[in-house]
Structures are given as C-alpha cells and as structure tokens.
C-alpha cells in the first residue's frame, strides 16, 4: 500500500489514525492530518503509519 514519503507526513498519518480509532478527539487534528482522517481508510492511515521514519526526508521534496 501507500508508504510515507516524509517524516511529516508519516506523523500526520499517525495522529489521523489514532482518531479513527478514537483513541484521540477529532478536534485535536489541524491540516494534513485532518484532511486524511476524512478521506482514507484506517488500514491505508496505518500502512502509511507504519513506514519506517529512519531514511525518509523530513518534508516531501518538491520536484
């Protein structure tokens, strides 16, 4: 499924997937990661969740 292509948005999948879950309340996101709450399912939230933070750029390059 779809990985994570920066550390940012690897966080904001995270945070996107804890609502879902509802281990945290919806008014806690802001910007990206409300944005994919809304529109992607928990298990693509928590593949994108799950990409390893250790080789990826901080923010998505813009190319």
């Given amino acids: ?7 940012k948005q690897q966080m904001a999948a995270g945070a996107a997937l804890a609502v879902k879950r509802g281990e945290a309340p919806k008014s806690s996101l802001r910007g990206a990661s409300k944005e994919m709450a809304e529109s992607m399912s928990e298990k693509e939230l928590h593949d994108m969740a799950a990409t390893k933070r250790k080789n990826l750029p901080t923010r998505e390059s813009k190319d």
């Fill in 1 to 7: 499924m779809a990985k994570a292509e920066s550390k």
